[in-house]
């Protein structure tokens, strides 16, 4: 066996990031009470990822970009009868993240728009009257079990992998680096100097914070105080 450079360290720390960040959804959206400021928060840093990811997905090393992973039916055909050899994401894996991003993309962006009509509502839900923000809040909640079951999925296929192919694909997102069996093409890593790859990195996370920042309601101006009965004006001198 050889090792191969698989995942670029920007692709390993979004990774990671949305699992955590996930999961801190998750969590506080349950517990609810003062927590779901924070289950807001989360939300808006699931966008950055999910806008840093879909940039990255052009600009990337070659294992990190759509077009080296999604694939045609063919590739998938290919896949189900075994005949298919790669490293990354496999055909059917790569369906797996589509949806996987996909939806958690539905769900945040629902989450901006949504209320409780207690304590929380998002960001932009004052650009929506209050009818439409309730069925948005009512698709935030169906959107969530779709969520978990693709990610259910997700788990289940790790767990497979391991236990039936042993195949680890977890440790590869860790380190970046896979063992290649006989048969596996390795993949060309194009050079790129160290700048331009940096400078990819940072315009991707600056697009993305700019994107946060205008969900947040960065752009939004605040309404003016409303002036009580009898209340007068100051005069302008």
């Known amino acids: 066996m050889s090792r191969q450079r698989v995942w670029d360290l920007p692709t390993r720390l979004f990774h990671w990031s949305l699992v955590g960040a996930v999961i801190t959804a998750v969590v506080t959206g349950k517990i609810g009470g003062n927590w779901i400021e924070w289950h807001g928060r989360s939300g808006l840093f699931i966008l950055g990822l999910l806008i840093f990811r879909l940039i990255w ?3 990337g090393s070659p294992t990190a970009r759509f077009a080296s992973f999604v694939r045609g039916p063919g590739a998938i055909k290919a896949y189900l009868k075994g005949e298919w050899r790669g490293i990354g994401h496999n055909p059917l894996g790569a ?3 589509l949806a996987l991003l996909g939806l958690a993309a539905a769900q945040v962006v629902s989450g901006l728009f949504a209320n409780d009509d207690i304590a929380f509502a998002g960001p932009l839900a004052q650009l929506v009257s209050s009818e439409r923000s309730g069925q948005i809040t009512g698709l935030h909640v169906w959107l969530f079990n779709g969520l978990l079951a693709v990610v259910g999925l997700h ?3 790790i767990t497979f992998y391991a236990r039936v192919k042993r195949t680890n694909l977890v440790l590869p997102m860790v380190t970046g680096y896979q063992d290649l069996s006989d048969g596996m093409p390795p993949v060309s890593h194009p050079k790129t100097s160290f700048v331009l790859r940096l400078a990819a ?3 991707a996370s600056a697009i993305a914070s700019a994107a946060v920042y ?3 309601g960065g752009f939004i101006d605040e309404p003016a105080p409303a002036q009580t ?3 007068q004006a100051a ?3």
């Open 95 to 97: 369906l797996a993240v």
């Open 201 to 203: 990195f940072i315009a």
């Open 235 to 237: 005069p302008a001198w």
């Open 57 to 59: 997905g052009f600009v």
């Open 214 to 216: 205008a969900a947040a």
């Open 229 to 231: 009965v009898g209340q």
């Open 155 to 157: 788990v289940a296929a």
